[in-house]
């Protein structure tokens, strides 16, 4: 089994930026993809960024709303996984999940990945 825990959420004004954190524990070696998804009140979950083994950077992959202004990646070491976010807009305020799949494709499906956090509240103000 693995674990995800989510950090690094809050409060930030437009044009702001935000890092959030994502640290596994328990049997990380099973999980080979990593994504980050969202979801704001009344919408569905959907997919922000993702990146897969051998964690470079053609491994990546970035919904179109975010491509740009946010980046996906992996301190190896650690096995954290970040997502930095910059230029954040009104539109980018959801609940923020880091979730994990033990195969190696970066997937855009929620249905797709088996391990989840708890999530991590971003708010962008205007």
Request: neutral net charge; contains cysteine; proline residues 4%.
């Amino acid at each position: 089994q693995v674990q995800l825990v989510e950090s690094g959420g809050g409060l930030v004004q437009v044009g702001g930026s935000l890092r959030l954190s994502c640290q596994p524990s328990g049997r990380t070696s099973t999980t080979n993809t990593m994504g980050w998804f969202r979801q704001a009140p009344g919408k569905d979950r959907e997919f922000v960024a993702g990146i897969t083994w051998p964690w470079h950077d053609e491994n990546k992959v970035y919904a179109d709303s975010v491509k740009g202004r946010f980046t996906i990646s992996r301190d190896n070491a650690q096995k954290t996984v970040y997502l930095q976010m910059n230029s954040l807009l009104p539109e980018d305020t959801a609940v923020y999940y880091c979730a994990g799949r033990t195969n190696y494709f970066v997937l855009l499906t929620p249905a797709s990945y088996e391990y989840w956090g708890q999530g991590t509240q971003v708010t962008v103000s205007s």
